[in-house]
T-cell receptor
Framework: GAGVSQTPSNKVTEKGKYVELRCDPI?????LYWYRQSLGQGPEFLIY????????DSGLPNDRFFAVRPEGSVSTLKIQRTERGDSAVYLC???????????FGSGTRLTVV | AQSVTQLDSHVSVSEGTPVLLRCNYS??????LFWYVQHPNKGLQLLLKYTSAATLVKGINGFEAEFKKSETSFHLTKPSAHMSDAAEYFCVVTGGTSYGKLTFGQGTILTVHP
């Protein structure tokens, strides 16, 4: 597609529920990144995929968070047993090569009530 | 390790006057540096990037930034502000073993008065 697509754009869930956030990167971009932006903060790194494998998952806050990219294109960020502190905008970005910069999606705003 | 400090959380200017958004970075390696802009309810848009080529980098919409290694700075400037420049701006660093992992500053909200 023309840009990075994230769905849903908004998600409201109850505390303790499971959620999945989807990212569809730009076609041909081998690198895919997930970031989390809390209110009033800059985005914080969660995980980076190169192809199908997670090259760096050091930003995942705990084992409730997991991400996959089984075919090297679409990625899903999964959050188990959601907590109110998980409320944030989750951003996805993709790139063809790091030197060319990163294209960000519009994000998924997750609200845990 | 790498980090970014944006020295002003809010900057307010009048339309037609210069813009200066300040950024200092820390990196154990030769960094790549970026400025992104985020308009309300919009995604992050790349303004410009420095990747060890020319130290004065020109970006979109008349913005430019100068990489100064001795001062570890990468300030963003624009000669004349436009109302449409009102947004939040993020300075970003990556490099070395952290390459691929962007570290964002806290952001600077730019307000432009008519």
């Amino acid at each position: 597609g023309a840009g990075v697509s994230q769905t849903p754009s908004n998600k409201v869930t109850e505390k303790g529920k499971y959620v999945e956030l989807r990212c569809d990167p730009i076609s041909g971009h081998t690198a895919l990144y997930w970031y989390r932006q809390s209110l009033g903060q800059g985005p914080e790194f969660l995980i980076y995929f190169q192809g199908t494998g997670a090259a760096d998952d050091s930003g995942l806050p705990n084992d409730r968070f997991f991400a996959v990219r089984p075919e090297g294109s679409v990625s899903t960020l999964k959050i188990q047993r959601t907590e109110r502190g998980d409320s944030a905008v989750y951003l996805c970005a993709s790139s063809f090569d790091k030197n060319y910069g990163y294209t960000f999606g519009s994000g998924t705003r997750l609200t845990v009530v | 390790a790498q980090s970014v400090t944006q020295l002003d959380s809010h900057v307010s200017v009048s339309e037609g006057t210069p813009v200066l958004l300040r950024c200092n970075y820390s990196s154990s390696y030769s960094p790549s540096l970026f400025w992104y802009v985020q308009h309300p309810n919009k995604g992050l848009q790349l303004l410009l990037k420095y990747t060890s080529a020319a130290t004065l980098v020109k970006g979109i919409n008349g913005f430019e930034a100068e990489f100064k290694k001795s001062e570890t700075s990468f300030h963003l400037t624009k000669p004349s502000a436009h109302m449409s420049d009102a947004a939040e701006y993020f300075c970003v660093v990556t490099g070395g073993t952290s390459y691929g992992k962007l570290t964002f500053g806290q952001g600077t909200i730019l307000t432009v008065h008519p």
